[in-house]
């Protein structure tokens, strides 16, 4: 291998250093820029342009970078064009350049045939005709959405009228069970604490009412003497009016002692027990 040797061109830092104006304080110059023609210039690939483009070798190509990514964004998914400018009032087809006034005349007094030449593939400008391909993409999404809108409206719509079935049915059930609630209320009314209660406290005059006629009974009688047996059946019967009449009335005390300063759950259940009892 050949020894390098430095190129007369560019002066070695020792002969900078020898001249008179060397300078220590200042730095040296920097190297010369390489030419054109020098190896590592010619060695260097030029990058491509086109930032998924394979190498000659058929390589994969490398992840893009951002800069790649962001050219990518520019262009499109498909490297679309930018959108066609507008001809301006003046554009004609070429199938009309070379009619007659008369034929043009007669064209614009037709809409029908006019739209025709202005939207004919043959005869229209690629800007008109994107147009049209836009509007056509619109038109046929919105005809999706719509479809799509009226399949929901059916749905929605037989969603309603179940809705509305089942609601006009909760109405019915909850009046029927209004009605029986009623009358579970009418046919248990007897039997309520406050009906029990008056019913306890007719109870106890009933049969003070007794034991007084069976006492008037006794004393008035009918002038005769009445024998032991009559006399013992009197007692007996006079006794159990009594005690009778005693519990009536200590249970009705209870009921008004529990109506004053009020019972739980077990002494309400036991008055009303004692209520039926007496009655």
């Known amino acids: 291998m050949a020894a390098y040797t430095p190129s007369n061109d560019v002066p070695s830092y ?12 200042v730095p040296p110059r920097p190297p010369p820029k390489p030419r054109s023609e020098d190896v590592s210039r010619q060695s260097t690939p030029v990058l491509s342009q086109y930032p998924h483009q394979l190498s000659p070798l058929g390589a994969k190509p490398s992840p893009p970078t951002p800069e790649q990514s962001i050219y990518a964004e520019q262009v499109g998914p498909q490297g679309a064009p930018q959108a066609i400018p507008d001809p301006g009032p003046n554009w004609l087809p070429k199938i009309l350049e070379d009619k007659s006034i008369q034929d043009l005349e007669e064209i614009l007094r037709n809409p029908e045939l ?12 690629p800007s008109t005709s994107a147009s049209d391909e836009s509007l056509q993409a619109a038109l046929r999404e919105n005809i999706a959405l719509a479809s799509h809108l009226n399949d929901v409206e059916a749905r929605l719509s037989h969603l309603q009228a179940s809705t509305q079935a089942q609601l006009l049915s909760a109405h019915a059930l909850e009046r029927q069970w209004r009605q029986k609630q009623s009358d579970m209320d009418r046919a248990l009314s007897p039997f309520s604490p406050s009906s029990l209660y008056q019913h306890l406290g007719a109870g106890v005059q009933d049969q003070e009412t007794v034991c007084q006629a069976l006492e008037e009974s006794f004393l008035e009688g009918d002038g005769a003497v009445a024998t032991e047996r009559e006399i013992t059946d009197w007692v007996r019967r006079y006794r159990d009016a009594r005690r009778l009449y005693y519990s009536r009335r200590e249970r009705k005390e209870r009921a008004d002692v529990v109506a004053l300063w009020g019972a739980g759950d077990d ?13």
């Open 14 to 25: 020792a002969d900078h250093r020898a001249s008179g104006s060397f300078d220590p304080n």
């Open 114 to 125: 006019l739209s025709a030449t202005c939207h004919s593939r043959e005869t229209a400008h």
């Open 267 to 279: 002494d309400g259940a036991l008055n009303m027990h004692d209520a039926r009892q007496a009655v």
